[in-house]
Nanobody, 120 residues
Framework: QVQLVESGGGLVQPGGSLRLSCEVS????????MNWYRQAPGKARELVAR???????NYSDSVKGRFTVSMDNAKNTGYLQMNSLRPEDTAVYYC??????????????WGQGTQVTVSS
């Protein structure tokens, strides 16, 4: 059974940094893409960053230039490096993996979410 295990959240002061990790537990054929979403209290879940297995990346305007998304295919792990954090980045962050479980069967998986709080 495939699961995504997130880690790395916590409390950080404004201007600080955190790195979130999202590790694939279980057997997959290959990684296709990994997305990072966040959801703040009372707000809709939003896509903040995406990386594909070819290395292509996309970012929301709110995090562009501050966040860096990456994926280590050998370790089946995705990362979200967050720098220059702001109070408005406070949210629960979720990784979403799009993987091939066989050479033709591609599926979506979600991590459990990790809380990021930016506050002095």
């Amino acid at each position: 059974q495939v699961q995504l295990v997130e880690s790395g959240g916590g409390l950080v002061q404004p201007g600080g940094s955190l790195r979130l990790s999202c590790e694939v537990s279980g057997s997959i054929f290959s990684m296709y893409a990994m997305n990072w979403y966040r959801q703040a209290p009372g707000k809709a879940r939003e896509l903040v960053a995406r990386v594909t297995s070819s290395g292509s990346t996309n970012y929301s305007d709110s995090v562009k230039g501050r966040f860096t998304v990456s994926m280590d295919n050998a370790k089946n792990t995705g990362y979200l490096q967050m720098n220059s954090l702001r109070p408005e980045d406070t949210a629960v962050y979720y990784c979403n993996g799009n993987f091939y479980v066989t050479n033709y069967d591609r599926r979506d998986y979600w991590g459990q979410g990790t809380q990021v709080t930016v506050s002095s």
